[in-house]
């Protein structure tokens, strides 16, 4: 990232967001909604060969990468230590060693440099980093947040007080689809960039997939839920019973026909969650954001609804520090209470929860 103007006092608190809930170790400064250095280290090519995250590998790559990763994000910003006013860090939900990396670095530079500590929602912190690049967010609004171990559309009326989920996956968050789906066409690890760049070559209308829990009953029980586990079914039958045919996979034409399904379903579920509760703007998040299809879809649904979508370019969609940094300011700025020194590690974070307050910590007495 090229070096920028460094903070001034009129931007807002200087906040340093941490974050290590996977496999990237995130630092991210912002001075106020101004992002000022966003570093990101990831392990993903330490991972790749198993096909998945190695949670003990990712916790080993964290402690490596930390120091460095704060050393550049200041140098970036053109900060000290001493400059930044908060710390805040993902608190959960996630990898349990290596949140506890993230948390452990933070409450460390806290202590050391006399700041306040904001153990966050690495959720809430998918949709607060848009606030870095389209300002403050419309409230209420209505996020769709897909990454690979979540796929949820939440109303957030004040996303420093907490977020209301509306629905969420009943098996499969749509990450995790991509990358099955991606392992079952030989693609690499992680699956969802390679579908999107594959599928850029294939017909997304030549063959019909299940679109999940959008049929008449479905949708008086699971409204705003979504399910990806049939459609990674279908996908693998339909490679299986091609190769067994004796017939090369045409795989774009895969990736772009499982990728439009995808890409229906989180539209058209995120336009109805907006037009049925009269909210007005759309936010989208996590890494799942990042797909082509998915934003031109979401996008060209919303302007016909009437709808105001935003969407942070692919870059703060998927895992990084500035969204959690971007989150930290959001709470200094709204006055909520820091965490207590005694923050943990919550790998099982309920969606609802935005950031640990002193007496939510469950891992200690209030500070
Ligand atoms: O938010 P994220 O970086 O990490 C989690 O919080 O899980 O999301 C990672 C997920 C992975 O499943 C990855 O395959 C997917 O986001 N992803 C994409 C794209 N870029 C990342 N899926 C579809 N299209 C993309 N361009
Ligand atoms: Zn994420």
């Known amino acids: 990232m090229s070096a920028v103007t460094g903070p001034s006092r009129s931007d807002g608190p200087v906040v340093l967001g941490i974050e290590t809930s996977c496999d990237e170790t995130g630092v991210g400064i912002v001075a106020g909604s101004?992002?000022?250095?966003?570093?990101?280290?990831?392990?993903?090519?330490?991972?790749?060969?198993f096909g998945g995250v190695v949670p003990e590998v990712a916790s080993r790559a964290h402690l490596e990468?930390?120091?460095?990763?704060?050393?550049?994000?200041?140098?970036?910003?053109?900060?000290t230590l001493t400059d930044i006013d908060a710390v805040a860090v993902t608190s959960g939900p996630g990898l349990v060693g290596a949140l506890l990396v993230g948390v452990a670095a933070a409450k460390a530079l806290?202590?050391?440099?006399?700041?306040?500590?904001?153990?966050?929602?690495?959720?809430?912190?998918?949709?607060?980093?848009d606030t870095l690049e389209h300002g403050p967010l419309p409230e209420p609004a209505i996020a769709l947040l897909v990454s690979g171990g979540h796929s949820s559309l939440l109303r957030a009326d004040d996303l420093t007080a907490g977020v209301m989920p509306l629905g969420s996956t009943i098996d499969d968050a749509a990450g995790e689809a991509f990358d099955k789906v991606a392992?079952?066409?030989?693609?690499?690890?992680?699956?969802?960039?390679?579908?999107?760049?594959?599928a850029a070559d294939g017909?997304?209308?030549?063959?019909?997939?299940?679109?999940?829990?959008?049929?008449?009953?479905?949708?008086?029980?699971?409204?705003?839920?979504?399910?990806?586990?049939?459609?990674?079914?279908?996908?693998?039958?339909?490679?299986?019973?091609?190769?067994?045919?004796?017939?090369?996979?045409?795989?774009?034409?895969?990736?772009?026909?499982?990728?439009?399904?995808?890409?229906?379903?989180?539209?058209r579920k995120a336009v109805l969650a907006c037009t049925e509760t009269g909210v007005d703007t759309l936010v989208l998040g996590g890494g799942v954001a990042a797909n082509s299809r998915l934003r031109a879809m979401t996008e060209h649904r919303c302007a016909e609804a009437g709808i105001r979508v935003r969407v942070p370019r692919p870059g703060l969609c998927t895992d990084n520090g500035a969204m959690v940094a971007a989150l930290g300011s959001l709470l200094v700025t709204a006055g909520v209470a820091p965490s207590p020194a005694s923050l943990g590690a919550d790998s099982a974070m309920e969606v609802e929860q935005v950031s640990v307050a002193p007496s939510t910590d469950p891992a200690g007495t209030p500070a």
């Open 34 to 49: 101004r992002l000022l250095a966003n570093e990101v280290a990831s392990s993903v090519d330490e991972h790749a060969r």
């Open 65 to 79: 990468a930390m120091l460095p990763a704060v050393d550049r994000a200041c140098r970036t910003a053109g900060v």
């Open 183 to 198: 392992r079952v066409l030989g693609l690499p690890f992680p699956g969802g960039p390679h579908i999107d760049r594959v």
């Open 110 to 129: 806290a202590l050391g440099i006399d700041r306040p500590l904001f153990g966050v929602n690495h959720l809430a912190a998918h949709v607060a980093v």
């Open 203 to 267: 017909d997304a209308d030549a063959i019909a997939f299940p679109r999940g829990l959008t049929s008449g009953r479905d949708m008086q029980r699971h409204r705003y839920d979504f399910s990806f586990s049939g459609l990674k079914t279908a996908v693998a039958r339909w490679v299986a019973a091609t190769q067994q045919a004796g017939v090369d996979v045409p795989v774009s034409t895969v990736a772009a026909s499982f990728q439009e399904a995808v890409s229906d379903v989180l539209s």
